[in-house]
């Protein structure tokens, strides 16, 4: 252990802010040492048939600006309009949410209040990922940008051109993790943030997030199932070696073992991982999942809590011009388990 990891352990763990932006809800937790502190979870669901970032950003926006009393916008359409995806100048066009939100997430409406910095994970429909192999290339900044950039185009088509893209600081002559974020969401999550005076000390994929999680239980692989995606990786020395996505339907985990054996026949070193968590953010009840799931794989808790995937469209309720306003949705505690995330 260096020395620097050595006395960073001897000081007090701080409490940090994180925030997951997802298509259909927003989930925010405060952590201290890892786990999540009472009244340190907020969940908070949306339509957004569209899966525009636009809605979960206006959901974040009306939340930094009352996180005492959650207001909810009653212009996030169901039609998820990228013109109804701002939060109203006045407060007379907010909608209150259910009387019992405000009993919810005191930690976390406490730490917006006091302007914490945002630790952001964002959903993979807006984040792409993608392992590419080592080249001299990387060793200069100009190289490297125009290579991971053609490495994302080359899967992701044009559309990745206009991407902000980052590597990660894998050892020399290893491969690299890549990952696309779509430029306009980044802008607006940092001028968001200075626009409440606070600022995003991290912005990452949910597969980044899920990893720091699981840390303590160290998986030789990850799944993770958001509402009609899998992203599975495999891991290596706490680092992602590879990474697949695909889509799913709402009966994922009837799906889960072929999606992996058809990845282990295009990735034969993959047949050496035996243990492999799975963070389920579909929406559906933990002890269904858990049912269901096949071997190898085993459910393990949510970085963002309990009840953390629970599906929007069956709690949010119609406003005024068949507009759905935000709902509050309080989280479920976290249940224990041999292999639960720290």
């Not at 994970?121 to 990922?129: D, K, T």
């Not at 894998?170 to 690299?176: E, F, I, L, V």
Request: charged content about 15%.
């Amino acid at each position: 252990m260096s020395l620097i990891k050595y006395f960073a352990a001897l000081l007090p763990a701080r409490r940090t802010l994180h925030v997951h932006l997802a298509p259909q809800s927003l989930l925010a937790v405060v952590r201290h040492g890892g786990r999540i502190v009472e009244g340190g979870a907020l969940h908070i669901a949306f339509a957004n048939p569209a899966g525009q970032w636009q809605a979960p950003l206006a959901a974040l926006r009306a939340l930094l600006a009352q996180p005492d009393c959650a207001y909810a916008s009653d212009t996030l359409a169901a039609a998820g309009n990228d013109a109804h995806c701002a939060a109203p100048a006045h407060a007379a066009d907010r909608m209150p949410l259910a009387a019992p939100a405000a009993e919810y997430g005191v930690a976390v409406r406490a730490a917006l209040a006091e302007h914490s910095p945002l630790h952001v994970s964002l959903s993979g429909r807006w984040c792409q990922m993608l392992v590419a192999p080592w080249s001299d290339a990387l060793l200069s900044e100009r190289g490297a940008a125009h290579l991971l950039e053609m490495q994302l185009a080359a899967v992701y088509g044009d559309a990745a051109r206009g991407w902000t893209v980052k590597g990660d600081d894998a050892p020399y002559g290893q491969p690299r993790l890549v990952c696309g974020i779509t430029t306009g969401l980044l802008d607006a999550l940092h001028a968001l943030a200075a626009e409440h005076g606070t600022r995003c000390a991290a912005i990452e994929p949910l597969a980044s997030t899920v990893c720091a999680s699981l840390a303590a239980n160290r998986p030789d692989a990850i799944a993770i199932i958001e509402p009609w995606r899998i992203t599975m990786a495999a891991l290596a020395k706490g680092r992602i070696s590879a990474v697949q996505s695909q889509p799913c339907s709402p009966a994922w985990h009837a799906e889960l073992a072929l999606a992996w054996q058809r990845w282990s026949l295009r990735a034969p070193e993959l047949a050496a991982v035996t243990d492999v968590a799975v963070i389920d953010l579909s929406g559906q009840p933990a002890g269904l999942a858990a049912a269901h799931l096949p071997a190898l794989f085993w459910l393990a808790a949510s970085p963002f809590g309990g009840g953390a995937g629970l599906p929007p469209a069956a709690r949010a309720r119609t406003g005024p011009g068949g507009k759905l306003p935000l709902s509050i949705v309080p989280a479920a505690k976290t249940s224990g388990g041999a292999k639960e995330a720290a």
